[in-house]
């Protein structure tokens, strides 16, 4: 599995460690086990976005101490690549950070072709993070317009220096960082900042690998980039996250910014969407499944993620009650 570019002051190891040792001593055995009580084994699959990952990866961790005979793989193809290859019926759960497209000859629609039918969780809230190197000096806060004058298609090639966004910025070169094509950061991004899904200028560092555009970033004071809460949280010290003005003043991302609607219009829902088929023939699949909804919350806080609300986790719990209906 890929893991997150970390800090020092959060090692990688250390922050799960505890949770693993209460997992293994604590008696949560709840959607841990196969059938007949016994222990699961076998390979959960699971693609897609990179927001994601490190909180699935995190759950596939804590379910392997009670599972140690069940490897949970997870890929990071992007959202848009992880849904290609579970229509393909290659994966078992596909990560996103954007709902399905059902539009025809989209994602969904392949997924019907192919027999695939699926179940969307909700696990998750995203405060979708724009990012300066914390050496930056000149940038704390920046509008909706001055973001859209940044990133939209016809700035390609002629905005380049920071004077250009704000007069008073200083006339450097701009540096952009942001997620590949096949992103569902991209595509929540360029909906919100520039009115349409997929419309953004392409003379910026693309990646699909969160870690690259962290260091990219974090490399040069006049570089500015975009992807998930989380990266950012974990980077804190190389990084400053940007406060986003919408026009009613500048608003910084936070797990309660983004709980409360107050971070417009860059917070999220993320999901995992679960194979039917797969839960349904898979014992492994579908313990992890389980185990992944009833320990939801205490996952999302130790992955450093941002938990659902009551009402977001009553909504994941009904819905996971229907995979096995």
Do not use: H
């Not at 393909?88 to 759960?93: L, Q, R």
């Not at 910025?169 to 992103?183: Q, R, V």
């Not at 969407?273 to 313990?287: G, I, R």
């Amino acid at each position: 599995m890929k893991r997150r570019l970390l800090t020092p002051a959060v090692a990688p190891s250390a922050a799960l460690l505890l949770t693993l040792t209460l997992a293994a001593c604590g008696g949560q055995a709840s959607g841990n086990s196969g059938s007949g009580g016994e222990s699961a084994s076998g390979e959960v699959v699971a693609d897609g976005s990179s927001t994601v990952e490190p909180l699935t990866a995190a759950a596939g961790e804590l379910f392997q101490m009670d599972n140690p005979d069940v490897n949970v793989s997870v890929g990071t193809s992007g959202t848009g690549g992880g849904f290609e290859k579970f229509c393909a019926g290659d994966t078992d759960i596909s990560n996103a950070s954007r709902p399905i497209k059902t539009d025809e000859d989209a994602e969904g629609p392949a997924c019907k072709k192919n027999g695939i039918d699926y179940t969307e969780l909700q696990v998750a809230n995203d405060a979708l993070t724009v990012v300066v190197s914390a050496e930056n000096d000149f940038i704390t806060c920046l509008t909706t317009d001055e973001l859209n004058k940044l990133w939209a298609p016809e700035s390609e090639g002629k905005i380049t220096t920071w004077d250009q966004i704000n007069p008073d910025f200083p006339s450097e070169e701009i540096e952009l960082f942001g997620p590949g094509t096949d992103s569902g950061t991209f595509d929540y991004f360029t909906d919100e900042i520039n009115g349409e899904e997929g419309a953004s200028r392409s003379d910026y560092n693309a990646s699909e690998d969160d870690n690259v555009l962290v260091q990219g970033v974090s490399g040069s004071p006049n570089a500015l980039g975009y992807f998930g809460y989380t990266y950012y949280e974990e980077n804190a010290d190389a990084l400053k996250a940007v406060e986003i003005d919408s026009g009613e003043g500048c608003v910084a991302p936070s797990a309660e910014s983004a709980q409360d609607g107050s971070y417009v219009p860059l917070s999220r829902p993320l999901f995992v969407y679960v194979s039917n088929q797969a839960y349904a023939d898979k014992p492994q699949v579908q313990a992890f499944v389980d185990y992944y909804v009833e320990n939801d919350t205490e996952i999302a806080e130790q992955a450093q993620f941002i938990p659902l609300s009551d009402e977001q986790r009553t909504a994941l719990t009904d819905a996971a009650a229907k995979l096995g209906g």
